[in-house]
């Protein structure tokens, strides 16, 4: 491509039209001005690809709109720099816009978040499921399946009632379409509206009757399933909604029912859907971004646990990355009254290393809930010399943390499990799902505190973090709507139903609980500071300020900015939150390179697998195409300015950025005004033409030039060269003797735009002397930063993204080396010749490590 160029601009025995000099300036002009806002491009798109790739990785908070602006930007750039390099290449280039539909119809699909449920049956066995099973049966019944059928791990029997029932109920009963017109007109802030259209939405469930193809197949699994006690067999009816457990928990979301028999299965069973359209429930979903056609609920049938003590294993502490020991919470009776707050848990924690206790604490526990012979539970309370008694055994806490480390293991990630042991003391895992870890170091230079006043300290940190804000007690479900933003929100327990104050609230401190509740594990995923077990709330004023020193428990009067601003956790689970995962999904079609592109090998538009390939390739064509194409040069002996200089070549510049140049008949080595091309000029300097005085090792190389600089030979040196020229960039087309070179080169103040590419091509040596020279410069080019390849005798280097005063160190280098090496193949007679030289002038230009 480069030898065409060249031909056709030093090949004088061909008859040119003439050309007007101000003709030719303005399509070279032209082309330039597209060249460079293709660059400009180049550069406003990498920024973008580079702010995605560090989203991605997972340390900075960033939302919906932000994703839709970074795409939007993305997709309206690339597509001008196609329009662009379309104009600058041509036609041949047209099959980008093919690539850029593909990859943008892509990344339009993951954007609409369009989910599709598999066709399933109704009803599928439990010890049928494993964990791919999790877009059937959602991830709470796939994980349950996996820790049964492949772990054999402890796990009641039961079945999944799928996400393709919930489907099907919703299509025949024509309720989808009213339900996504209702959640479409909901206004979260306005809690009174919430509430209105989740009792509509909950009523349409609730008055549906299921078709009759659903309700047999579900009575069918309970009979084949509960085949020896029908009668007397009770279940939990769980929700296993789609996206649940995973990447969100929804803890406490959704609602479980409890003692469930047979005759109660339908109505149970809608309770359950209709919960995905709760309040709390809708707000959260909502408030993540999540679509509620994507979360499709499936529903876990799973045999009751008549259960003397319950608890949630954490199989590594959740608010200090730095413990890796398991934590076992643990109460009496079921584990509604742990996850809901009502009953402050004992807890243990064990050494995942030798399973050994290395701490305890046990509560005071005064009730329980306990399942009823007929249907549902019952709160009773505990005896009085019962009630600080420990809730689990020495032997049982071991064999918990072994089932957790084993759970841990196989996921190879944090888990947060919830158990129960029978009246018989038999163990059973009910849930498993991913634990959200909490990084949180101390500040290097921490705030002295002795001075401020401390309002009162809470128990424990069941997430870290410093905030301050104004004091708002909820009591009851009524207040939620009165949560001001950044309110410290100041409960008696965490109930669930706190979650749709919880995008108000800069704090949470609750009287009652654990970090083991499901509103603190829905709290550390919004990041907010909490402290649970305050002895006395009743100290705290409504509206008063108060700072949350939630990693040491301590609770300071006033807003206390200097605290605040010393100390911000970090949290290492953003990868698995929605946003991030549709960030991470969206970069897989935007921020890699194909390999081809990554190793620069030849470049082809079917290769262009994403927007990073599609800008790799524009760049790297545009530096082809930028002169090509331009046979008018050689029908004009006019063009151009004299470069005036001790070095004997004959070279024209032809300004890019003034017109009025063509006024000027020669111009001043001294005052080149281009940075490429003064830089690749003070290299050919400092060797001059003819090489200075040799050291002694030199000497050799040195006598070979001195006696192939024939008169004849000078004189095929002394031809018109071109160099086309702005402040920044230039491409420059050299004839030494037989001998073409093109070099093209930006140096600008903005890295992305940078960039040097040089073509060497023929000789006037053989084949073989010319092949050792183009070898011997190739070495030289790489040990100096250069990516080169080499087809026979013609070799070809690029160096990209360099800062302008390495870009200017290079180009010197170039220059140095061009003089240097400009008739050597008549000296390379045999490879170890070449090699000797090769040594010599990496020595010579500084380039020897």
Not at 186 to 214: A, G, Q, V
Not at 220 to 238: E, G, L, Q
Not at 313 to 332: A, T
Not at 665 to 679: G, H, R, S
Request: proline share 4%.
């Amino acid at each position: 491509m480069a030898m065409n160029f060249l031909k056709k601009i030093f090949l004088t025995h061909e008859k040119k039209p003439e050309v007007s000099t101000g003709t030719i300036i303005k399509k070279l002009k032209s082309r330039y001005c597209c060249f460079v806002d293709i660059l400009e491009y180049n550069d406003k798109i990498l920024k973008i690809i580079s702010d995605i790739e560090e989203k991605k990785q997972g340390n900075f908070l960033f939302d919906m709109n932000y994703i839709t602006n970074s795409i939007n930007k993305l997709k309206e750039n690339i597509s001008s720099v196609i329009n662009l390099f379309l104009k600058l290449g041509g036609n041949k280039y047209s099959g980008l816009n093919d690539r850029y539909k593909m990859i943008n119809s892509e990344i339009e699909n993951l954007i609409s978040g369009k989910s599709i449920i598999p066709k399933d049956s109704f009803t599928i066995p439990l010890n049928s499921i494993s964990k791919d099973k999790e877009s059937s049966v959602g991830a709470k019944c796939a994980n349950l399946g996996e820790l049964k059928s492949v772990l054999l791990l402890p796990v009641p029997d039961g079945f999944a009632i799928s996400a393709f029932a919930y489907k099907t109920f919703m299509e025949v009963s024509g309720l989808q379409e009213k339900i996504s017109g209702l959640i479409y007109n909901i206004d979260l802030k306005n809690i009174n509206d919430l509430k209105k259209i989740s009792e509509t939405l909950r009523s349409l469930i609730l008055n549906t009757k299921l078709p009759e193809n659903i309700s047999n197949e579900i009575l069918d699994s309970f009979d084949k399933i509960f085949k020896n006690n029908i009668k007397t067999t009770k279940v939990a009816m769980r929700s296993s909604a789609i996206g649940e457990d995973t990447k969100l928990s929804f803890a406490g979301q959704y609602i479980s029912i409890l003692g469930v028999t047979r005759e109660n299965l339908f109505q149970s069973y809608l309770l359950v859907l209709a919960s995905k359209f709760t309040p709390k429930a809708i707000y959260y979903y909502l408030n993540h971004n999540l679509k509620e056609t994507n979360l499709a609920m499936s529903v876990c049938c799973l045999e009751m646990v008549d259960a003397g003590r319950s608890g949630v294993i954490y199989s590594r502490n959740p608010v200090d990355s730095g413990d890796d020991s398991i934590y076992i919470n643990s109460i009496f009776g079921l584990g509604q009254y742990l996850v809901d707050g009502t009953v402050e848990p004992d807890y243990l924690v064990v050494d995942r290393n030798n399973f050994k206790i290395t701490d305890r604490y046990v509560s005071y526990k005064s009730k329980k809930l306990v399942l009823l012979p007929d249907l549902g539970t019952k709160e009773i309370n505990i005896e009085e010399n019962e009630r600080e008694l420990p809730s689990l055994n020495d032997d049982e806490a071991i064999k918990l943390a072994e089932i957790a480390l084993k759970i841990e293991n196989h996921y190879d990630k944090p888990q947060d499990i919830e158990w129960a042991i029978s009246s018989d003391g038999k163990i059973y895992i009910l849930q498993a799902r991913p634990l959200k870890i909490i990084i949180h170091e101390k500040p290097s230079n921490p705030v002295d505190t002795t001075h401020f006043t401390i309002k009162t300290k809470g128990k424990t940190t069941a997430c870290p973090g410093i905030k301050a804000g104004n004091v708002h007690f909820i009591r009851t479900q009524d207040e939620l709507d009165s949560t001001e933003p950044n309110s410290v929100i100041v409960a008696e327990s965490p109930f669930p139903g706190l979650v749709s104050a919880l995008n108000n609230a800069s704090a949470l401190l609750t009287k009652n609980g654990s970090p083991a509740s499901h509103l603190v594990t829905i709290a550390r995923e919004y990041r907010i500071p909490a402290i649970v077990g305050i002895s006395d709330i009743s100290v705290f004023i409504e509206g008063e300020p108060v700072t949350v020193d939630a990693s040491e428990c301590t609770i300071y009067e006033g807003n206390i900015e200097e605290l605040v601003n010393s100390s911000q956790p970090e949290f290492d689970y953003f990868n698995d939150e929605p946003l991030q995962i549709l960030l991470n999904n969206l970069a897989e079609f935007v921020t890699p390179l194909s390999r081809h592109f990554q190793e620069n090998t030849v470049l082809e538009i079917s290769e262009c697998r994403t927007f990073h390939d599609i800008i790799r390739f524009i760049h790297q064509k545009s530096m082809e195409e930028i002169f090509e194409n331009t046979d008018y040069l050689a029908g004009s002996n006019q063009i151009g300015i004299q470069l005036k200089s001790t070095i004997p070549l004959k070279i024209k510049i032809i300004s890019l950025d003034d017109d009025n140049s063509g006024n000027l008949k020669n111009l001043n080595e001294e005052e080149l005004p281009c940075i490429p091309l003064k830089a690749f000029w003070d290299g050919v300097l400092e060797e001059g033409w003819q090489l200075p005085p040799a050291a002694a090792d030199f000497s050799g190389f040195a006598t070979v030039m001195a006696t192939d600089m024939t008169k004849q030979k000078f004189k095929t040196d002394i031809q018109n060269s071109y160099a086309a020229i702005s402040s920044e960039f230039m491409i420059l087309n050299l004839k030494l003797g037989y001998h073409f070179t093109t070099i093209e080169s930006m140096c600008s103040s903005t890295i992305n735009k940078n960039y040097i590419k040089l073509r060497i091509k023929e000789g006037g040596a053989s084949f073989e002397r010319r092949l050792r020279r183009v070898n011997l410069i190739k070495d030289i080019l790489v040990a100096a930063g250069f990516e080169v390849t080499i087809m026979g005798d013609y070799l070809e280097a690029v160096t990209n993204y360099n800062s302008c005063m390495e870009s200017t160190r290079k180009l010197k280098i170039l220059g140095r080396l061009t003089m240097l090496t400009r008739q050597l193949d008549l000296a390379l007679k045999d490879d170890e010749e070449a090699e000797y030289y090769t040594d010599e002038l990496i020595i010579k230009l500084g380039l020897a490590n």
